[in-house]
């Protein structure tokens, strides 16, 4: 049973139901509106015929040249004209002699038209009438005294002479039978054609379909072990196609999402493992010769380890924070230069390089004040580190953005590693680094936290060391700032 529902609530099922439905909709309106014209049409064409033998016996009243006995009649038509009292005065046929065919009175203008199941007369034998039912057409024309006294050829009508009824009778089976033949033939028909539209619309939908299938089944077996794996794309180039080709896409970032949580958590495990090595060792070394090996510079050791490995571990946090979205991201307007001048300033007095301040000027930008000082700190420390003794410094506001660079005068980066240096765990000189304490974290936090913000960061040209450039989406600001340089780079000096 659960079967057949899911059958029926396929996308090929459903397809098929509504192709079905709309096709017999159209085909049945369609009918109905053949065998509605084909009636009209064959009506119409009747009543022509009956009009122009009306008119013909009409002609011959006017004239006063009436017979008994009328010429045959247009087709399957009758025709009777029938005095003032009711009396038969001329017909088509021996049996309309008897009694008119209607009992319509037009009047003195135009036709009048009527439809009867029946006629009196004879419905048998050599002079049988055809079959019913009839539409009949009625006018009253003007008569000769002498047709009404019974001189049938009894002269030309006068204009105040009394006037006769003109009936012709045309039958409308011929109307009914092709109309019924043509109704039950479509009836007949119809659900043939159905039938073939149904299995049409069936395979249509099942061969359109069938890529969508094969995607689903391929999708259905790929696990996290092997994201390599893509999704057949069929060459229709139609939408199946691009949605196989967005598959594949979404299955590459899949798989460089993958691959970099691999090589993070493979990084962060070995960037771990040493510290913790170190600690434990430590702590082995000074329990082994517990009386050789001062217990103060153990704890020193140890504690130094420890801050090491809580740096990193609140590295990795706040890296993995930024990534996922982080917190909710209220920002605020911030004076970018404070934040430089504030690290500059506090960094001053114990660095042993000398720090060049002086193209530092006003810039706002909106954003997070501890996430941006995080990447002011980050430059400087990255630049300080690696410069033999100067780092400069330059903030500035320029085309609606702020643009804040960090330069030392160290070996420099080489350009095959430029883009390479804001990879987690990157570091250009090894020993160096770890000597230093650095974690290889600095600069990739930095750019996630400069992306979050709507900016870019990169190596840029250089003739000697290392040059860093960030750039901000500033914050216009109508005020004058040359006061506060001015003041700003007072305060330094």
């Known amino acids: 049973m659960n079967g057949v529902l899911r059958r029926v609530a396929s996308l090929r099922a459903r397809a098929t139901l509504v192709g079905v439905l709309a ?12 065998v509605s014209e084909l009636r009209s049409a064959m009506t119409e064409g009747i009543e022509v015929t009956a009009r122009t033998q009306l008119d013909d016996v009409a ?31 001329a017909w088509s046929s021996p049996s309309l002699a ?70 012709v009778a045309a039958t409308l089976h011929p109307v009914d039978q092709a109309t019924a033949t043509v109704a039950w033939s479509l009836v007949a028909g119809l659900p ?48 199946v196609a691009r949605l196989a080709e967005t598959m594949n896409e979404m299955l590459d970032r899949l798989q460089s999402a993958a691959d970099a949580q691999r090589r993070f958590v493979s990084d962060a495990s070995h ?6 090595a170190v600690l434990q060792a430590t702590l082995e070394v000074a329990l082994a010769h517990p009386g050789e090996i001062p ?34 991201r209220r920002k605020e307007d911030v004076d970018l230069d404070d934040v ?31 996430e941006l000082a995080r990447v002011v700190q980050n430059l400087i420390d990255n630049a300080e580190r690696h410069a033999a003794a100067v780092v400069s410094v330059e903030l500035s506001e320029q085309d609606g953005s702020a643009r804040l660079v960090v330069a030392d005068d160290g070996p420099g980066i080489p350009p095959a590693k430029r883009d390479w240096v804001f990879d987690r765990f990157a570091r250009i000189d090894e020993a160096r680094s770890l ?49 506060q340089d001015q003041t700003r780079q007072e305060t330094l000096a």
């Open 23 to 34: 096709v017999s909709a159209a085909l049945s309106l369609g009918a109905v509106g053949l």
């Open 59 to 89: 002609s011959l009243l006017r004239a006063g040249s009436l017979p008994a006995q009328l010429p045959a009649g247009r087709g399957d038509t009758l025709t009777q004209v029938v005095g003032p009292g009711g009396r038969v005065v």
């Open 98 to 167: 008897a009694r008119p065919i209607g009992q319509v009175r037009p009047g003195e203008e135009g036709v009048q038209l009527s439809k009867v199941d029946g006629i009196p007369g004879a419905t048998s034998g050599a002079d049988a009438q055809p079959e019913g039912p009839y539409l009949v057409l009625a006018q009253q024309v003007p008569a000769s005294a002498g047709l009404l006294s019974g001189d049938v050829d009894g002269g030309v009508a006068s204009a105040g002479a009394p006037a006769v009824t003109v009936y």
């Open 192 to 239: 043939v054609v159905i039938g073939l539209v149904a299995i049409l619309i069936w395979l249509l939908a099942g061969r359109t379909l069938r890529p969508v299938e094969a995607i689903r089944e391929e999708v259905a077996d790929i696990s996290g072990d092997d994201l390599h794996r893509r999704v057949p794309v069929p060459d229709s180039h139609d939408e």
């Open 271 to 276: 960037e771990l493992r040493s510290p913790l």
């Open 295 to 328: 217990w103060p510079v153990v704890a020193a050791d140890a504690l130094g380890e420890a801050g090491r490995l809580h740096g990193l571990v609140e590295d990795l946090l706040l890296l993995a924070s930024l990534e996922n979205g982080g917190e909710s």
């Open 340 to 370: 430089v001048m504030d690290e500059i300033r506090r960094r001053r007095p114990i660095s042993r390089v000398v720090f060049d301040p002086s193209r530092v000027s006003a810039a706002r930008v909106a954003g997070i004040r501890r």
């Open 435 to 483: 000597e230093s304490g650095g974690s290889g974290l600095g600069l990739a936090i930095t750019r996630e936290i400069v992306l979050a913000h709507g900016g870019s960061i990169r190596v840029a040209e250089s003739d000697r060391g290392a040059r860093l450039e960030v750039t901000l989406p500033g914050l216009v600001d109508g005020g004058d700032d040359t006061g």
